[in-house]
């Protein structure tokens, strides 16, 4: 065979692969980049928290309230508007309840804001009485941090505690100490946590806080495991 042919068959090979990958690319639907955001059209993302105007509110504490842990975190406050719920952090609590004992005058700066169970409440960011001001400031970190410590306790109980709406259980009350179970927990078995029934349990006790002020003292217990009416749960 000579050149041209060779030649001419090259040629022709070369033709046909050019084709083949014009068809294989043409029928191939390649991944198209995407494009820039024109601007003004980006996708929008989370919104960040909306400034809060700091406004002040005066008059005279009504009543102090409590948490579920009957921990002091707020009162109500008469003032020209009406009655006001004031809220602050309980590690401010031995503070607070020094200064604006029921009747006293008070001066407060802060925002609006909803409560936990949210009803309308103003968040405190500083308050006067008696020429004297608290700051809300964060709490002091211990030098040993508080340690749960684990107990295992029996006895009867005495009470259910609600929410503050009433419709959840939130504690169980056996004797002077609130056993919190899950609420999921809790409805698996309220035929049992009943008021008179036994029980006994382990769990964790919660350590008192620096700077809290309780109303009454109790045991507040994280429950880890249950026996009522005979039968063990593990939580």
């Not at 579920?68 to 607070?96: A, C, E, M, R, T």
Request: net charge positive; no cysteine.
């Amino acid at each position: 065979m000579n050149n041209n042919v060779l030649n001419q068959g090259k040629k022709i090979a070369a033709a046909v692969f050019l084709m083949t990958a014009v068809v294989v690319n043409a029928q191939t639907k390649l991944p198209v980049p995407p494009k820039d955001p024109k601007p003004g059209m980006e996708k929008p993302g989370p919104r960040p928290d909306a400034l809060r105007e700091i406004t002040t509110l005066s008059g005279t504490v009504s009543k102090m309230i409590t948490n579920d842990d009957f921990v002091y975190d707020g009162f109500y406050l008469n003032s020209n508007g009406g009655q006001v719920l004031v809220k602050f952090p309980p590690h401010l609590g031995s503070q607070i309840t020094a200064m604006a004992r029921q009747g006293s005058a008070v001066s407060i700066k802060g925002f609006e804001d909803a409560a936990p169970n949210g009803e309308k409440a103003f968040h405190m960011n500083s308050i006067t009485a008696n020429g004297k001001t608290v700051e809300d400031t964060p709490p002091a970190v211990p030098q040993t941090p508080p340690q749960e410590i684990s107990v295992t306790q029996s006895g009867t109980i005495t009470d259910l505690q609600k929410n503050k709406e009433g419709d959840a259980v939130v504690g169980i009350l056996v004797d002077n100490t609130i056993l919190r179970i899950p609420p999921h927990i809790f409805q698996q078995l309220e035929q049992s946590l009943v008021k008179g029934a036994k029980i006994s349990f382990t769990g964790f006790k919660k350590p008192d806080n620096s700077g809290e002020v309780a109303e009454r003292k109790v045991d507040i217990v994280r429950a880890r495991m249950i026996s009522v009416n005979g039968k063990e749960y593990s939580l």
